[in-house]
């Protein structure tokens, strides 16, 4: 079975500082990992997406996250925060094979505060 | 273009009581998924429907259905509401449900049971 761990539930960063938001997955096959964004009481948005092209992953709003296998890690990072970046993120994986082919497991999230 | 539209987007209902939820995909896209996210907790997959055939069903008792129209449109249906059932939930489309696809989500129905 897959799944992602999300480390720390609220992470708190001032202005200008460098966001990392932590995740690690556990899968038997080679995984699809994504990173969402919510706004309160909003959808989910999708940051980036790792679907074994590249290791290290451009997405939108300035965020970045590297694959790492041999940490089975996902982190995202951004290297300025802004006020706007004030949000709740979802690390996830999504299924390659079996009864979870194409089914988003999502981690527990993790609460940003961006302080001014 | 719309996004992935949902209705409605509150509502609150009496325990016991029957509620349908309601999904439109984005135009061109075949595949619906449902998830449920209880306050606090990352969303939890309910159920994929691809070409009006159900695809995959989560961990959720048999109160919880769905079906997907010659639209594409879905509904997710739940009988016998208990207060555990009280969430945002979620509606997913694209285009086709293969893991490289993107899933775009709506902005959710908050349901209340009280």
């Known amino acids: 079975a897959q799944s992602v761990t999300q480390l720390g539930s609220h992470v708190s960063v001032s202005e200008g500082a460098l966001v990392l938001l932590r995740c690690n997955y556990s899968?038997?096959?080679?995984?699809?990992l994504f990173w969402y964004v919510q706004y309160p009481n909003q959808g989910l948005q999708l940051l980036l997406k790792?679907?074994?092209?590249?290791?290290l992953v451009k997405g939108i709003n300035g965020f970045e996250a590297e694959f790492k296998k041999s940490e089975t890690s996902f982190h995202l990072t951004k290297p300025s925060a802004h006020m706007s970046d004030a949000a709740e993120y979802f690390c996830?994986?999504?299924?390659?094979?079996?009864?979870?082919?194409?089914?988003?497991?999502f981690g527990q999230g993790t609460i940003l505060t961006v302080h001014p | 273009d719309a996004g992935v539209t949902q209705s409605p987007t509150h509502l609150i209902k009496t325990r016991g009581q029957h509620v349908t939820l309601r999904c439109s995909p984005i135009s061109g896209h075949k595949s619906v998924s449902w998830y449920q996210q209880v306050l606090g907790q990352g969303p939890q997959f309910i159920f994929q429907y691809y070409e009006k055939e159900e695809r995959g069903r989560g961990n959720f008792p048999d109160r919880f259905s769905a079906r997907q129209f010659p639209n594409y449109s879905s509904e997710l249906n739940v009988n016998a509401l208990l207060l555990g059932d009280s969430a945002l939930y979620l509606c997913a489309s694209s285009l086709v449900p293969t893991p490289n696809t993107e899933a775009f989500f709506g902005q959710g129905t908050r349901l209340t049971v009280v």
């Open positions: 790792y679907t074994s092209a590249a290791t």
């Open positions: 899968s038997s096959v080679p995984p699809y």
């Open positions: 996830a994986v999504i299924g390659a094979g079996g009864t979870s082919y194409g089914k988003l497991t």
